[in-house]
């Protein structure tokens, strides 16, 4: 008969642990008892501000209402990435959520906006995607389901917040559903002699803590199943070469947009947040390619708001753990992997595998058809993820440093080179039934990194030119009309946080 898991044990309270707390705590039904436990000692990473639309759900999940979010965490919306200096020095275009133009018939718009391109009668495209022309204009509001004709029904947006603060919320959330908290270092991890599973955690005051399931919540340092299970590192760095951040909090924009912004340096780029009470910034960088020195000044010369503390120094190995669960411990967060922030996905990389955990929930018994099962699942997650990052810093036309020439000339993964081919031929983009990016991402980066394709797709000539002049022309004049009906960004935050 099978014999149920009971109890949970979590590792780590940075947002990894506490939205597994969180979720886990709300899907399972107080039915299985959640401890968690973290170190002051250690402290969370502290970054990690930006998501994407899927965000949503995990709040619709764990119970969390969007205006409580929005106060808690001093969040503001986010409609995409602007990409500046990323295609050549000056260039920028901007990647943004939800629908670019709109299908006619059986082509995405896209194909069509090819054609007119390559007849100099075309926008560049932000100005036929409604969130890129929201972005532009500082203007906000959320999709409108009763009208469903109309390009706001598709809006697709996610928020910046800021860490510290959701993690404190996300712990309240989950202490009020029966989650114990614990503070303390864990110092020893007990294994059973036969199994090799945890068989108990023994913390610096000598406390001990057993469980069924331990989450490795601990960070890069993955404390259960890097350190005492043993599960190896996949390095990608050969793909993903940055290894480092700077990080630090500058004033608040006055204007807050909504959007992030990353602009490319001569070896790295520069992240700015905004969030509502301050800016979150960082340069990212190759340590191989640029000193630690050097980087700093980057991005202190790059801040459009004064800074509020020194610069911080991050390392890390983009990559991922060869298994993310072995035996009864699943590692969630950076004790994972990290590919690194470009895209804003680690947060929803938790998020799917605290959800793949719960749809695989296990007992005690730990089927191994189960694990090797969730760790197919978690590991094509994450190299179609890494793809998708690689292909902005392969697919440019710098050449202006080291670090540019190294990533426009390194083999890029087998997958990747297939999928730039296919969109070289015809512009068609070649996606997996459960890839995390959809056609008019990859698109738009693509696009917008400066890879033409050769041909657009040949039935597009089945329409008259007028014709597709006239849809394009009348797509981006919808788009404009509704945008300019729109609040500011601004002024929708501050009527959210007015509201009681
Ligand atoms: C430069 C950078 C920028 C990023 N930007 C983004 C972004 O924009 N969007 C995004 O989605 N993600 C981003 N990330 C990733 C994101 O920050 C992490 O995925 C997220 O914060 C989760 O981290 P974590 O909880 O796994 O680890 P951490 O925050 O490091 O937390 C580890 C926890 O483990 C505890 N711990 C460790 N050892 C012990 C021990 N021995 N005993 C007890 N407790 C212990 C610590 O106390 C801490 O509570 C970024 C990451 C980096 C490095």
Redesign the pocket.
């Known amino acids: 008969m099978s014999e149920p898991i009971k109890h949970i044990v979590i ?9 597994s707390a969180a979720l886990l705590s709300k899907l399972l039904q107080g039915r299985v008892a959640i401890t968690l ?16 639309p899927a965000i949503k759900l995990f709040n619709h999940l764990a119970g969390i209402a969007e205006a409580d979010f929005i106060k808690a965490t001093g969040a503001t919306f986010k409609l995409g990435i602007e990409f500046v200096n990323w295609k050549t020095v000056g260039h920028s275009y901007f990647h943004a959520f939800g629908a670019l133009g709109r299908q006619w018939e059986w082509l995405s718009f896209y194909q069509y906006w090819l054609k007119l391109q390559q007849l100099g009668q075309a926008l560049p495209f932000e100005h036929y995607c409604i969130a890129s022309c929201m972005a532009q204009q500082h203007k906000f509001m959320p999709a409108d389901a009763n009208r469903p004709q109309s390009p706001v029904s598709e809006i697709a947006y996610a928020y910046h917040f800021d ?1 510290g603060l959701y ?1 404190r919320y996300l712990r309240e959330l989950s202490e009020q559903r029966g989650v114990v908290r614990l503070q ?4 020893h991890v007990a294994r059973d002699e036969v199994t090799g599973h945890i068989r108990q955690l023994l ?1 610096d005051d000598g406390r001990q803590l057993h469980g069924d399931l331990f989450i490795d ?5 993955a ?1 259960l199943l890097g350190q005492a299970l043993g599960v190896g590192y996949d390095d990608w760095s050969h793909w993903l070469p940055n290894d480092s ?1 700077w ?1 630090v909090p500058t004033e608040a924009l006055t204007d807050v947009p909504p959007y ?1 912004r990353s602009t490319a340096h001569s070896a790295g780029w520069q ?1 700015r ?1 905004p969030l509502q009470h301050r800016t ?1 910034n ?1 340069l ?1 960088f190759s340590s191989e390619f640029c000193s630690d020195d050097e980087a700093r000044s980057q991005l202190l010369a790059g801040l459009t708001t004064p800074p509020l503390d020194d610069p911080r120094l ?1 390392r ?1 190995t983009t990559g991922k753990r060869k298994q993310m669960w072995w035996g009864n411990c699943v590692a ?5 992997g ?1 590919l ?2 470009l895209e ?7 998020q799917t595998a605290i959800t793949r955990l719960v749809n695989l929930f296990p007992d005690k018994s730990f089927a191994q058809a189960n694990i090797d099962h969730y760790n197919l699942l978690a590991a094509t997650e994450m190299e179609q993820i890494r793809d998708f990052i690689v292909a902005h810093y392969k697919v440019t036309e710098r050449d202006d440093s080291e670090f540019w020439r190294y990533c426009r000339r390194m083999q890029v993964p087998e997958p990747l080179a297939q999928k730039l081919a296919i969109f070289l031929a015809y512009g068609r983009v070649h996606r997996v039934a459960d890839e995390l990016f959809r056609e008019d991402s990859w698109v738009q980066v693509l696009l917008g990194q400066g890879l033409s394709p050769n041909q657009y797709d040949p039935l597009v000539d089945l329409k008259p030119e007028a014709q597709l002049r006239d849809f394009a022309a009348s797509t981006a004049a919808v788009i404009q009309s509704c945008v300019a009906q729109m609040p500011t960004h601004q002024d929708f935050i501050a009527r959210l946080m007015a509201s009681t």
């Open positions: 590792v780590g309270g940075g947002s990894s642990g506490w939205m436990v973290e170190s002051e000692q250690i402290g969370t990473v502290g970054v990690g501000e930006a998501t994407i860490a993690a303390g270092l864990v110092s913390l919540c601990s960070g890069s340092r404390l951040a990080a992030t992240w947040i979150g960082g990212v991050l890390f969630i967060g950076l004790s994972s990290f690194e922030p804003s996905t680690s947060l929803h990389l938790v």
